[in-house]
């Protein structure tokens, strides 16, 4: 899709570190529904709640795959992994809800030994044929050096694995045929968008919504509660992703690279 279809606008100021020109997102009609596939409840909230919001606002019908239950999550409390995984699903759908998210899949893999397997690709595939999104949004597979923290390993792997569930196993009626038989049939996504790349072509403007994205990371309580700084801290990345796609004074966005499949 180019920018010049009346769903995307150009943005002549350019990302000058990766020399690509950013477009701002406004509207697709044929995004009717979409699907975010994350490693970890808070994942979503931190990098895409403000566009998940702006979504689900224009009346798309968003869902959400996560591959663990945080069960490893980096709190102080002493309470076991399958009692701090059902805190944090308990966590993530209060959090989904104030973006107008209600439909989770959580896959149970172990927090912090995500890997790309054949087993988490059919899972990923699975809900994509069962939600049948036109959109993926996921976190990026690559490394970003400049946001390390952003590159947990098990959040490239979640990318990674997802890619591949899109393409080709969630469309391919050969891939996995276990599938098949419980009646997921093959489904084609037209696009991906990936979260923290460090190779951005796209923004979403998330000022209007940025009070919810700040409502829904507010529910992690287990992770964020001690923070105060919290809003702060990701007003000023909403602030930098806005600045570099010359948006004006005072805007907020999250960036992502588009992926056509």
């Not at 107008?100 to 044929?129: M, N, Q, S, W």
């Not at 993926?136 to 946001?147: A, G, K, L």
Request: hydrophobic share 40%; with cysteine; glycine share 6%.
């Amino acid at each position: 899709m180019g920018a010049d279809d009346g769903r995307f606008r150009s943005v002549s100021k350019k990302d000058k570190k990766n020399k690509t020109e950013l477009t701002v997102y406004e509207s697709n009609p044929s995004i009717r529904r979409a699907l975010v596939v994350v490693a970890h409840p808070d994942d979503v909230d931190f990098g895409t709640a403000g566009t998940i919001a702006r979504l689900t606002s224009d009346g798309v019908e968003v869902s959400y795959c996560l591959v663990t239950s945080g069960d490893a999550g980096g709190d102080d409390s002493t309470i076991s992994n399958a009692e701090r995984a059902a805190v944090r699903e308990r966590e993530q759908r209060a959090a989904a809800a104030e973006v107008g998210v209600h439909d989770l899949t959580f896959l149970g893999y172990p927090d912090g030994k995500v890997e790309v397997t054949l087993d988490l690709r059919r899972d990923i595939a699975r809900v994509i044929r069962s939600v049948q999104p036109d959109l993926v949004i996921t976190q990026s597979p690559e490394r970003n050096w400049e946001r390390i923290f952003a590159s947990h390993p098990d959040h490239l792997a979640a990318g990674e694995a997802a890619l591949r569930a899109v393409y080709p196993d969630a469309r391919n009626p050969h891939a996995f045929p276990e599938l098949l038989s419980f009646g997921y049939q093959p489904h084609r996504v037209a696009q991906v968008w990936l979260a923290s790349s460090a190779s951005p072509t796209m923004v979403v403007d998330i000022t209007a919504t940025f009070e919810r994205k700040i409502a829904a990371l507010s529910q992690h309580e287990s992770q964020v509660g001690s923070r105060d700084d919290l809003e702060e801290m990701v007003r000023h990345w909403a602030r930098q992703s806005a600045k570099v796609a010359g948006l004006g004074k005072g805007r907020l966005a999250e960036s992502f690279r588009v992926v056509t499949t």
